[in-house]
DNA sequence: CAATAAATTCCCATATTTAGAAATTTCATG
DNA sequence: CATGAAATTTCTAAATATGGGAATTTATTG
């Protein structure tokens, strides 16, 4: 197949354990975790080291990881168009609004959220940038759902519709129900469904293809998500969420009308990189392919 | 006498390729940048693409950076004690102040602004985080500086004071008088001294051993950063510099008596690392010995 | 649509890394 | 300050990655 070097797995094996949590390992507790053999993990614990992917803390020598990871870190978010070009909005739409303003991409089957600004307030309801949630029952995930493919749809069903509170949408029908009112309005509500207390509008952002790109929302704490704000803070996401798609060069399109399905579902499996890319000068046909197999 | 691992060094050097601001590489702009033999090359690439540090632009097939580093990027954030515990105090000091907010570290001879509160006004001043700035130019780094050792002063100063506009300071005698100036009042000020446009009032943060662990405070644009003004600011970021403190476990000190100095030069040896920046730099072969010229 | 150029993968001898244990250093404890 | 335990480095045969070119695939052009 193809086999690739076990020292780079070994290295972000290493860096990758501090995801549960833990932030001081010594290299005893590395090779109890990952197995690597202890002279190799020397090797690469020394290697990240003088990166700086990894630091020694002063006083312990744990290893911790080390700060060139904000840097690179962060060129990834900044060279990241769609986080460039909707900066000021979301700052605008936090001023506005008061409340937490974030930003998720779907990747995979799940809602990678990459962009925040939080809340002025001190009640506030924040997920950290990098954070990942599923994407069904979540307002930024059903946002972007709504105007993917069938396909992509389709995978986040297969991959388990799993309950997390009594609000939490598990079954097919009642998805895709709630995608085609989420089409209509031009943005998710989620009123607890992932967690009791998690609230929030999200409205798709489109780019310049007109596939759904991303969603832009705000989260909000229940005690200020009320069904009589809920309106003027939609208002406001729909608003913002339209200005970035159009700044990223997306035609502006009507809430119901348009459903974007389509023209998405004609881009839908793209595991294998000989995609037909050539044509710059054919853009992607609404190919008649409404295969609604739902039901 | 300790050889790293190449695959590991490859790899992030194809990482860091990103750093000087390209946002896409094809393979062969790795190749050429970077000199690895392809067939090398390109087992690292789909290693790295297999993690989701590296991923493909679906239309044009480039490579560009990945969100893996987005969630490890803000994991070494969440997990530096000192943001977790400023978060809610930074987020005040903005509301009342309506600027930036920052808080930074010296890392080598520089100093790296790890967190950042964006002012909620249009015109304002910004550094990313991530982003490192010579130490002797700015508040930020005065206000550490003023604090640290006299090893860490000096090496700053061997790394050479460089001139970026007609406010920097440049002479030895010049930085220390500023830095006892720092001390008497317990923050320090930039007017200019390393960008024309820059403002900025810092305080230092002490952790429970008194040391000096970070610098906190804000960073304005000069239409709003006048001598009127600049007292009230200053006030803010003493007194929010020294609540974080006191939340890490310092005693509170007084401005001018506890230099701080001594305490940190005990510990003076510390792994100098800031050799490779930049990304471009092959990895300089580390020799077995360092020259020990502290004594 | 064919021909050409470019990009990517495959192949294999050679050099390097790896794993495991032993040797050494560092740290904790009486 | 000596002793024992743990952590880290060193050492070597064996396994594996590496690099360079050839083969293949993919893009570009007339």
Known sequence: ???????????????????????????????????????????????????GYLRRDTQTGRYRLGFKFLQVGNLALEQEEIVETSRGILQDMCDETKETIQLGILEGVEV??????????????????GFRTPSYCVAAGKAILAYESEDKISRVIRAGLRRFTKKTICTTTALKRELADVRRGGYAVNW???????????????????????????????????????PSLAEVVRR??????????????KTSATTGENEAASLAEAPIRSKQRGGSNRKPEKSGRKNDTSG
């Open 1 to 51: 197949m193809k086999p690739t070097p076990p020292a780079i797995h070994n290295a972000f094996d290493i860096l990758e354990a501090f995801q549960d949590g833990q932030r001081e390992f010594t290299a005893q507790e590395f090779h109890k975790k990952l197995n690597i053999s202890l002279s190799t993990q020397y090797r690469v614990l020394h290697a990240l080291e003088d990166r």
């Open 112 to 129: 990678l959220y990459i962009k925040t600004i939080e809340s002025p307030l001190p009640l506030r309801y924040v997920l950290q940038p």
């Open 192 to 230: 607890g469904e992932m967690r009791k207390s998690g609230r929030g509008v999200y409205a798709p952002v489109f780019d310049y293809s007109g596939r759904v790109a991303a969603a832009v929302g705000l989260s909000v704490p229940p005690e200020r998500f009320t069904h009589k704000r809920l």
């Open 240 to 253: 913002c969420a339209e200005e970035i798609s159009s700044r990223l060069g997306a035609v502006p399109l």
